[in-house]
């Protein structure tokens, strides 16, 4: 029997006090003693049914969300040696465990499950159950722990902070006890400011979004006006002054990055009525009214952020009535700097009626870029028409852009019919692959746009019309005018502003984002659970050339979510659910390499055991993929 040992029986069989243990450990062990906790056998913790779990893992999103890839990054360089990594939110349910091949039967066994309750009066000392209490980092190790059944291990957790705000606890665990108890405390401390570092930079995104969208919106700049400004995940992220003067509310108490007791019933409140809808509130003893309206922005997929403006009820008139959220920015959200720029410049350049060409290789947005124009503008309440110049012959594409008369032509209607240009009177036609409409129609579609009126297939009358025109191609347009094949004319009038979307593959700063935001979207439509690409998963698909941009992409994102039963997606998985090229095959694997290295500080013979090839092959990829 061994010291902790020894103290272990003097304190709880014998009843003695006075025992050289850690301050920490003993007042836990005090705490589960007046608990009236049993020691001699594992018990029963509470646990979450699987509903329960949804809920609990929808409201956690975030801390999952920044957690896993530093739990996977972790686990893989632990691998093997009988670890088992944990994740507890703020009220200690187990919210994500991996673990080895020699550590999950004992997981098991300890009841260290998904979804179990791990608290100090539920299962005695821990280093998980301290740090959960006492929002402390802390070890321990064998017979420091309440229960002899946790004393094949040491345990080290650490808190996980955002501005003060306790999320939870990062937990590491390993079967082998060892005299590196300080190294196993560091290494979780280290991932639990990942992790919370990861939320923060998260947050600080929602909020640039949230101050996109507020900025888009033409609020007035009156004193008496109180604006409030919401992130997706309902954090309040900014207020004017005013909005603290009608909400009688101290400003200093208007926590920025953070749920409180004013913001929770206030969006609760708002959320009752409807979209844009007024509600009046009482905010005062004297009884004084106030006028509560509220948008949400959101891209196709999700709300970004909810705007609040607040005045008095004698100024009945809507803050919103004229001012419509950018939909440009909602849709295409960006940090790459050209395309935030271009982005900037095209909501500006949508609020006139010049005409835009749209470049871009195919999936890569035009159609939704020119929808989005369209919503942007004055015309956003008067018709988006769209048609396709590659997708229908000559003579068809003429009679539906142009329309026809009575009589034009065998089989046509009596009464003839209008085309897509008076169909869209007063709003929007778009004109896709515009570089492939034939030379003549082209003419006629300059006579069109100078003239702003048209004449229906063998009619002679002309009928004016009053359209914005948007044109989309991937074809190189200044090309085909040197060689003839696209009027210069044409060009000229139909390019007033061009704007260039870029290929999936120059967004890498966006990638991640994009496939998450997709993955989001297209879980909560299926009604499943979300599930998580690995950081290699994640470079690997970076560096695919996607041919079809975001709609390859999408197409990929949904046989993903239609297939895959697990909530992890790694690089294995990947070639079920997308073709990888050569090239990409091999830059996975110079990243597995190069992070075997990493982990065994370069050490060649060591690189290849872990990687499970001889050292003369290792020696030729080293050479091949010129690493030194």
């Not at 700049?221 to 604006?227: D, E, F, K, Q, S």
């Not at 778009?430 to 048209?454: C, S, Y």
């Not at 025109?469 to 003839?484: D, P, W, Y």
Request: net charge neutral; charged share 25%.
């Amino acid at each position: 029997m061994n010291n902790l040992e020894d103290s272990w029986h003097k304190f709880f069989i014998y009843g003695e006090e006075n025992i050289e243990v850690r301050r920490p450990v003993i007042d836990s062990w005090i705490r589960s003693k007046l608990a009236g906790l049993s020691y001699e056998k594992n018990r029963i913790l509470p646990f979450l049914e699987k509903s329960e779990l949804q809920g609990r893992k929808q409201k956690n999103r975030l801390l999952l969300q920044a957690a896993r890839p530093v739990m996977e990054v972790t686990f893989n360089q632990l691998k093997g040696r009988g670890y088992q990594i944990g994740l507890a939110d703020a009220d200690g349910y187990i919210m994500e465990v991996m673990a080895d091949k020699k550590a999950v039967a004992a997981s098991s066994e300890i009841g260290m499950s998904i979804g179990v309750r791990w608290l100090e009066e539920y299962i005695g000392t821990s280093g998980l159950t301290i740090s959960l209490k006492s929002h402390m980092a802390m070890a321990t190790s064998g017979a420091e722990h309440f229960s002899p059944f946790l004393w094949g291990w040491d345990c080290a957790a650490a808190p996980i902070f955002i501005d003060n705000h306790f999320l939870g606890a990062f937990n590491i665990c390993r079967l082998t006890l060892s005299e590196g108890l300080q190294e196993l405390l560091t290494l979780a401390v280290s991932c639990a400011n990942a992790v919370g570092e990861r939320i923060r930079i998260e947050m600080l995104q929602m909020t640039e979004r949230t101050l996109i969208d507020l900025m888009a919106l033409s609020l007035p700049l009156n004193t008496a006006t109180g604006i409030l400004a919401f992130d997706k995940e309902g954090r309040l992220t900014y207020k004017n002054r005013a909005a603290g003067d009608l909400l009688k509310y101290p400003h200093q108490e208007i926590n920025l990055l953070g749920l409180n007791s004013m913001t929770r019933p206030l969006l609760s409140h708002l959320r009752q009525g409807k979209y844009g809808e007024s509600a009046q509130l009482i905010c005062d003893d004297t009884g004084k009214e106030f006028i509560i309206e509220s948008k949400e922005c959101r891209t196709e997929e999700e709300v970004t952020s909810t705007i609040v403006v607040i005045y008095p009820k004698e100024q009945p008139q809507s803050k919103f009535v004229s001012n419509v959220p950018s939909v440009i920015l909602s849709k295409f959200p960006t940090k790459e700097d050209n395309l935030k720029n271009t982005l900037m410049k095209t909501v500006k350049i949508a609020k006139s009626d010049m005409s835009i060409l749209i470049q871009g290789e195919s999936g890569t947005g035009k159609d939704y870029m020119a929808h989005a124009i369209h919503l942007e503008s004055a015309r956003r309440n008067q018709p988006f028409v769209a048609i396709n110049c590659a997708a229908l012959p000559r003579d068809l594409i003429a009679s539906e852009l142009f329309g026809y008369g009575p009589g034009a032509f065998t089989g046509a209607n009596r009464n003839g019919n209008p085309g897509k240009i008076e169909a869209a009177n007063g709003g929007t036609l778009f004109l896709d692959e515009i570089g492939d409409m034939t030379l003549d129609l082209q003419a006629v579609l300059l006579r069109t746009l100078e003239e702003k009126q048209l004449t229906r297939i063998g009619s002679t009358t002309s009928v004016p019309v009053d359209v914005r025109f948007i044109a989309a191609t991937h074809r190189n347009l200044q090309e085909s005018v040197r060689k003839g094949a696209f009027r210069e004319d044409l060009y000229y009038r139909l390019s007033i502003y061009t704007l260039h979307l870029p290929p999936l593959r120059e967004r890498k700063m966006d990638f991640e984002h994009i496939i998450m935001d997709i993955s989001e979207g297209i879980c909560n439509r299926m009604g499943r659970s979300l599930f998580y690409l690995t950081p290699n998963a994640i470079k690997v698909l970076q560096n695919h050339r996607w041919k079809g941009n975001l709609r390859e992409l999408r197409n990929m994102v949904e046989r993903m979510a239609c297939l895959h039963e697990g909530d992890t997606i790694d690089t294995y998985h990947l070639s079920e659910y997308i073709d990888l090229s050569t090239e990409d095959q091999e830059i996975h694997e110079k990243q597995l390499i190069l992070s075997a290295l990493e982990k065994t500080y370069g050490n060649r013979a060591e690189t290849a055991r872990t990687l499970g090839i001889s050292r003369a092959s290792l020696y030729r990829k080293l050479n091949s993929y010129g690493i030194k």
